[in-house]
């Protein structure tokens, strides 16, 4: 049995997918499922699903509907980076996490967890050790919480436990994010429904559009949520490409497959300013260095992929 939270979310339902097609049908999603997310799980195969609420309390009281759990894939959060109800985020992406984490530690289950890059925030320096860590907003502290509580138990466990710092990630699924779905998705959305992709002007030092993030696509964070289900390594790590590609880069990209596509620059947003990440790029040595060898799709090929399937 695996578990999968934040199954019909944007990373959780690409995760199912990926085990079904290695013929992994014995799942339990456990996600709040509405009309904005129901056709991320509609063609997946599992075994039962659950909402948050119902899950916590089955784990609270021990069900033995859990007895024969292999692994559980926590992807499962608030990931709205401008939420800023305290009680709310604390609960969703904390509380939650550490009832599951310590259900993982009781049992000895696989618990491989989605942890962000937005820990480093103005960091230029990814290297996973919290010289680093410099959280500009609640999404991106209550991660580093989660982060901190799991390194606190780690001279005790007894069971796999893998935190995965994801960059930004960006593919299928993610329409239903809305405001929070990726900037290539966005972009992509704009070429096919207008003449214009739209980039922020100048800021935090960079000229316009030489924003820069490290773009990667869902397909390789599934492949590498996979390799530790396999592999049983221990640890936080980065999960990004470790090529950071400016907005113009993307955006270009874009335009090159319609010539009627121009850039415009736009005012960057006051409400973003203080916490916004204007750069972020994967150090990768430790997932290197642990045996994870598979080359990450480049941009150009993760957009190529992503326009045909928009």
């Not at 980076?81 to 939650?96: A, C, D, G, H, P």
């Not at 972009?187 to 773009?215: L, M, T, V, W």
Request: glycine share 4%.
């Amino acid at each position: 049995m695996i578990i999968v939270t934040g199954a019909a979310g944007f990373i959780g339902s690409n995760l199912v997918k990926a085990l079904n097609a290695k013929g992994i049908y014995n799942i339990i999603l456990v996600d709040d499922i509405n009309n904005s997310n129901k056709k991320n799980i509609k063609n997946l195969i599992y075994k039962k699903k659950f909402s948050i609420n119902n899950f916590m309390k089955i784990i609270l009281l021990n069900d033995k509907i859990l007895s024969n759990v292999k692994c559980i894939f926590h992807q499962g959060a608030c990931s709205n980076t401008m939420e800023n109800r305290v009680n709310f985020i604390f609960k969703n992406n904390f509380v939650y996490s550490k009832i599951l984490f310590d259900f993982s530690m009781k049992k000895k289950i696989k618990f491989i967890y989605a942890s962000s890059a937005s820990v480093y925030g103005l960091s230029k320096n990814s290297t996973e050790n919290n010289n680093n860590e410099d959280p500009l907003n609640l999404y991106a502290i209550s991660k580093l919480m989660f982060d901190n509580y799991v390194l606190l138990k780690s001279n005790n466990l007894k069971n796999q436990v893998v935190g995965l710092r994801y960059f930004n990630v960006y593919g299928p699924n993610e329409k239903h994010k809305k405001n929070m779905s990726s900037v290539i998705y966005h972009f992509c959305k704009q070429s096919k429904h207008s003449n214009y992709i739209k980039i922020f002007d100048k800021s935090h030092g960079y000229k316009a559009g030489e924003q820069k993030r490290d773009f990667i696509h869902v397909d390789d964070v599934i492949s590498v949520n996979l390799w530790f289900m396999n592999n049983n390594k221990s640890g936080l790590f980065n999960v990004g490409t470790g090529v950071a590609s400016s907005f113009n880069k993307v955006a270009n990209l874009i335009c090159s497959k319609n010539s009627k596509l121009k850039i415009r620059y736009i005012k960057f947003p006051n409400n973003l300013r203080n916490a916004y990440q204007p750069y972020t790029k994967a150090n990768l040595k430790n997932l290197r260095n642990i045996g994870y060898k598979k080359d990450f799709i480049s941009i150009k090929e993760g957009i190529n992929r992503y326009l045909n399937e928009i």
